[in-house]
């Protein structure tokens, strides 16, 4: 994928450098299919209804940037099997939170199109954002930061 | 903003829900400077070098999308200030998410360029994507979905 669209960010930020590999639309489509449990290029091509010069060109920047892997596929040697590494896997908690707030402010009257169970509870899943330490949900006016943070506040 | 990339997605989802109104490199930076606190067109225009044309067709997507809303500056009633909505503010877990992943997977050996604490606790704060009722950090094998969820599982 080329970086045509890439800002003169000046401010060092990880959701800068997060955008930079994740932010288009079908990047995060093609996560998401593969979340859903989506492996292979075809069914990739068939469920987002993508070009396939596109569908090719984004396969290979997640394979670069090792979101995903490449696998031989057990039952035919020449199909390749795409699965998310650790680092792909990992971007759950975003799929999660694109899928909170699309279900909170998106969903039209039949509901949120999809239920989440947590298993762990048995419950439907509502995902919160927890801080690590004392897993207390984390609420924007207890969040301060230093350096940018700061000093891009006061603005 | 056109929706000229929207995908024939087949799959009603949240995420492709949210991905149409935010699959956007510079909605989300954007989005990301109003957290940092940024109100103004012209601090927008100098922090992303964003180009003028395409800065205020974001604003405007962001506004008509009730993210973003403006208000008459108290100090100039001709400068507009803009600021999160309710469904704009709810969208920080989908930041703090991004934060979390780069800082985990694209930080350089200098370390995380920003450093968030938790005001509540006290402690640097690190997110995590917990279950709203039990409150366990959500493991991505411990979740299930109806209908779409399953059905794709086996693709």
Chains 1, 2 share one sequence.
Not at 40 to 63: C, E, Q, S
Not at 76 to 82: E, I, N, P, S, V
Not at 90 to 114: K, M, N, V
Not at 122 to 150: A, F, N, Q, Y
Request: proline share 4%.
């Amino acid at each position: 994928m080329k970086k045509l669209n890439k800002p003169a960010d000046p401010r060092i930020c990880s959701v800068g450098r997060s955008m930079e590999i994740l932010g288009d639309r079908w990047i995060m489509f093609i996560i998401r299919e593969a979340f859903f449990g989506v492996h292979y290029y075809d069914v990739f091509l068939t469920n987002l209804g993508i070009a396939t010069n596109v569908l090719t060109d984004r396969l290979k920047w997640l394979v670069e940037n090792r979101i995903l892997e490449t696998h031989a596929d057990s039952q035919d040697a020449r199909r390749k099997k795409y699965v998310l590494t650790e680092k792909g896997r990992d971007l759950f908690p975003i799929i999660l939170a694109f899928i909170t707030w699309g279900d909170r402010w998106l969903a039209d009257e039949s509901g949120p199109p999809l239920v989440l169970t947590h298993q762990k509870c048995g419950h439907p899943l509502t995902s919160v954002m927890c801080c690590e330490h004392c897993r207390e949900i984390i609420d924007l006016k207890d969040v301060t930061g230093k350096e940018v943070w700061r000093e891009k506040k006061s603005s």
